[in-house]
């Protein structure tokens, strides 16, 4: 596992189990290779054996990878059958298919998959993609056993400190101000309009408001670095200052443990990847893409204007609009397409939202 994943959760006993449905061999063999180090794996040729093994095993099934052409019985009328028979409330699926025509793709999201990897993919994607979209499913299978109470105290708990945390943290950083309570404020604003984008990205009330909790801790590393030495510009001060990254999911991810709250979790891989980029530029894995986590590329670009639009220690704020169109053309790193729709579409609201 990368350092920059997160703890594998699906029913929060041992591994999970993938179920991979291709009629292709060296495909289901593939994509096989890519998860078996961290999951089990059962394989299906077509739609009719992918039903078989469901209704078999559906209580061990974490996720479905499903192509959609196959002889017999096609991805679309697996997802039918998994609707008729209640299965896809409890089992998450992912579509995997060199079938990129919008029809198709909104097809399968209509029949309940919750995301779709096109061919040629990237091994990261998968993996990554695979990962959150079980942890999801893991989470709301608690929410539905009975503990939703709970879990709802839990992350109330957890909220609370996390805002103790973020106040100490800028009580000692004089130069942020409210910092951390803006790019909380972004995050949600840009969160709460993806949907209406892009049928790509999808957060529920939860993910926004668990996301937007955990993005004021993006920062929270800066407290290990080694103030000293971050005075100026040279090449060591740049170095030191990187390190806030993984200093703090890091210990994010020590405090979490191996108990399952969502807040954690976040705010771990958050701290970790919000200053990766779109094209591969940032650090500290150079990331591409969407082997970002998609909550962190959204607070990426909510920090970003934050800090172009106040005032810092080394430099002078620029004006929404300078900021906005900094942004846009790339003058502070490449972001993902979609969230420069989003935030044009949104641009407007913001310097209200943030008084």
């Known amino acids: ?30 994509l096989s290779d890519i998860l078996c180090d961290e999951y089990d794996i059962a394989e299906a040729c077509d739609g009719l054996q992918a039903m078989e093994i469901l209704n078999k095993e559906a209580d061990s099934i974490s996720l479905v990878l499903l192509d959609i052409v196959m002889p017999r019985m096609d991805g679309f009328s697996v997802l039918s059958k998994m609707n008729e028979a209640r299965l896809i409330e409890t089992i998450p699926v992912i579509i995997i298919s060199s079938e990129n025509a919008t029809l198709y793709v909104e097809r399968a999201y209509e029949l309940g998959a919750l995301d779709y990897i096109q061919r040629p993919f ?9 990962l959150n979209t079980i942890n999801l499913s893991g989470r709301q299978k608690l929410l539905s056993s009975g503990s939703e109470e709970q879990l709802t105290k839990n992350e109330a708990d957890m909220s609370t400190v996390i805002n103790l945390l973020t106040n100490l943290l800028e009580y000692g950083d004089a130069g942020k101000g409210h910092h951390a309570e803006n790019v909380r404020i972004i995050t949600e604003t840009i969160l709460s309009n993806i949907g209406a984008i892009s049928f790509k990205y999808k957060p529920s009330s939860a993910d926004i408001q668990n996301v937007g909790i955990a993005s004021m801790l993006h920062d929270i590393g800066m407290c290990f670095v080694d103030k000293n030495l971050l005075k ?6 740049i170095a030191e200052m990187q390190k806030h990254t993984v200093l703090g999911a890091d210990m994010l991810e020590k405090l979490q443990g191996k108990e399952v709250n969502i807040l954690l979790r976040r705010a771990s891989e958050i701290c970790r990847y919000h200053h990766e980029r779109w094209d591969g530029k940032g650090y ?3 990331l591409k893409g969407d082997q970002i986590p998609i909550a962190a590329q959204v607070v990426a670009v909510a920090d970003t204007y934050d800090k172009l639009v106040n005032k810092r220690l080394n430099r002078h704020a620029v004006t929404h609009d300078e900021a906005i169109a900094k942004i846009m053309n790339g003058e502070c790193g490449a972001f993902n397409p979609v969230l420069m729709i989003v935030l044009k579409s949104v641009a407007d609201t913001l310097p209200a939202k943030l008084k």
Do not use: W
Request: hydrophobic letters at 35%.
């Open 122 to 130: 990237d091994t990261l994607v998968v993996r990554q993609r695979s």
């Open 284 to 286: 500290p894995e150079g």
């Open 1 to 30: 596992m990368r350092t920059g994943e997160l703890i594998f959760m699906s029913n929060g006993i041992g591994r999970g189990k993938i179920l991979i449905v291709d009629d292709s061999e060296m495909n289901r063999s593939i």
């Open 232 to 237: 100026g510009k040279t090449d060591e001060a």
